[in-house]
């Protein structure tokens, strides 16, 4: 299993890089527990210029840009506010279903 980061994903040719050899799953989030999750995180170079008011905004724009290629995924999952033993226990469950693990 490879938990690439969003902006991978929508760099034009990765997805149909990995066609038939990956099963990709999106991890979808709002924008609104996206900028929860980031808090004032100062790690993220796409958002560290972000004024903390313009955070939301920010990241509306960049899902906006990269929706098109988030629906590319094999399949895509709304977490939520799941907690990430949560997630990765669906994530788990979907790879035996649909994967072949």
């Known amino acids: 299993m490879i938990a690439t980061g969003a902006g991978w994903a929508a760099e034009p040719g990765n ?5 038939g050899r990956a099963f990709v799953i999106h991890l979808e989030v709002t ?6 999750r980031l808090g004032r995180a100062t790690d993220r170079p796409l958002l560290a210029a972000s004024p903390a008011g313009d955070l939301v905004a920010r990241l509306e724009r960049q899902l906006a840009e990269r929706a098109a290629s988030y629906h590319l995924a094999d399949m895509e999952i ?3 506010d799941a907690s990430a033993e949560a997630v990765a226990a669906g994530v788990a469950t979907i790879a035996r279903q649909y994967a072949g693990w």
């Open 15 to 19: 997805l149909a890089s990995v066609a």
């Open 31 to 36: 924008v609104a527990e996206a900028a929860r």
């Open 78 to 80: 709304a977490v939520g």
